[in-house]
């Protein structure tokens, strides 16, 4: 069984925007573990269509004038799914494009890493019982670490 949920909470979107917020470095910069021409495609149209989506449903409502965490509250309070879809996975995006640097890599530091270990026994199990989860998660595949 999988030991940890869908989230890694290892660093905080603080601006969330309606507008698509540019990448946090340039699409090149992750190469050769992602391509360029696959940064431009998940950014520029994937990630895109989620916020124009969004900015479509919230179009003259008072919703305009929310944040975008806010729009994902008002959305899932109300049962908006469709809404809430398009929000959450803006958010959800801005927050993707930060957990990745040209510069990262390596093992985690401190009080993360020896979570990691009292949980896994290692940070190798960790890798790999975290790369079986994002492989046969539903939909896009994606496992995310909570601490």
Not at 12 to 26: F, G, H, I, Q
Not at 96 to 122: D, H, N, R, T, V
Request: net charge negative.
């Amino acid at each position: 069984m999988v030991r940890f949920a869908l989230a890694a909470v290892l660093s905080v979107v603080t601006a969330a925007s309606k507008e698509l917020p540019p990448l946090p470095y340039a699409h090149n910069a992750l190469e050769p573990f992602i391509s360029q021409r696959t940064l431009e495609i998940h950014h520029g149209k994937h990630h895109a269509k989620y916020v124009n989506t969004m900015n479509t449903m919230i179009s003259g409502t008072d919703l305009e004038s929310q944040s975008l965490e806010e729009i994902v509250k008002t959305a899932a309070k109300e049962g908006n799914q469709g809404l809430f879809n398009n929000a959450a996975q803006s958010w959800n995006h801005e927050f993707y494009w930060k957990c990745m640097s040209p510069q990262g890599g390596g093992g985690p530091p401190g009080k993360l890493k020896e979570m990691i270990e009292s949980a896994f026994g290692s940070f190798d199990e960790f890798k790999k019982e975290f790369a079986a989860a994002g492989m046969t998660a539903f939909g896009s595949g994606g496992a995310w670490l909570l601490f």
